[in-house]
């Protein structure tokens, strides 16, 4: 299949493939972040929002939303998700609304979807464009530095009549600032057994060189990637959550 062919193509496969995540978890954790560096405001922009699962829990906690991606078919369902909110199909990299937003959200390491190194300033440059005074930007992501390219996740579950195997892992060739994330997903049915494969290239840096990027624009403040818990990164595991608040 050709890059990114399973997130446009397979749009309706999406809430199966992320079954496994607890968004309820994850939403709690950056909205109690929010309060904690942010100014207490509650308009939010989910970038690469998907089918919007975290959008639907913001607006349970009493949030007002908008939702942004670059695919139709999964602005379509995200709506039908979330009636209450606004969606609108545009880049990360480079996007723009009328009015300021007082948290900025990117999950599922997404802001490694950014069109390269380039991409990804010109998404963080957008971001900051876009906060009002005091505002948060938060997202998660993952080390180049730190990858093992032999390391996959993956889950099962069942859907109409058929089951279903996701697998999904990172890759790095160990220079430039290129990774890829690999996908795989099995279905069978009726004994019958169909297989995809597809690799989405994605922008590729150390916890390090995000620093750098973010500091003349946002006060970072850089934390374990657990849900359950505020605690600051150790400086030696592989995933991260950033905080950035608008300087």
Not at 162 to 170: A, C, D, I, K, Q
Request: charged share 20%.
């Amino acid at each position: 299949m050709s890059t990114n062919a399973l997130y446009t193509d397979l749009s309706g496969y999406y809430d199966l493939m992320c079954a496994d995540i607890d968004y309820q978890a994850q939403s709690i954790s950056v909205n109690r972040l929010n309060k904690l560096f942010g100014n207490a405001g509650t308009r939010h922009l989910d970038l690469a929002c998907g089918t919007g699962p975290h959008i639907r829990r913001f607006i349970d906690l009493g949030y007002t939303c908008h939702g942004l991606d670059i695919n139709q078919p999964m602005l379509d369902l995200a709506l039908q998700r979330c009636p209450e909110a606004l969606f609108a199909r545009q880049d990360m990299s480079n996007f723009h609304f009328d009015q300021p937003f007082d948290l900025i959200t990117c999950f599922l390491y997404s802001v490694h979807y950014s069109d390269g190194l380039e991409g990804l300033k010109a998404c963080i440059r957008s971001v900051q464009n876009a906060l009002s005074r005091d505002g948060v930007f938060c997202f998660n992501a993952v080390d180049k530095t730190r990858i093992d390219n032999t390391r996959f996740v993956g889950h099962s579950t069942t859907h109409n009549d058929s089951t279903f195997v996701f697998r999904s892992g990172w890759h790095y060739e160990g220079s430039g600032d290129r990774q890829s994330l690999k996908l795989s997903i099995q279905r069978t049915t009726g004994g019958v057994t169909q297989s995809w494969q597809d690799e989405h290239a994605m922008v590729a840096l150390s916890f390090g060189d995000f620093r750098e990027l973010l500091a003349p624009y946002f006060e970072v403040h850089v934390f374990e990637h657990d849900y359950e818990r505020i605690v600051p990164w150790d400086g030696n595991s592989g995933n991260a959550l950033f905080v950035c608040v608008k300087t």
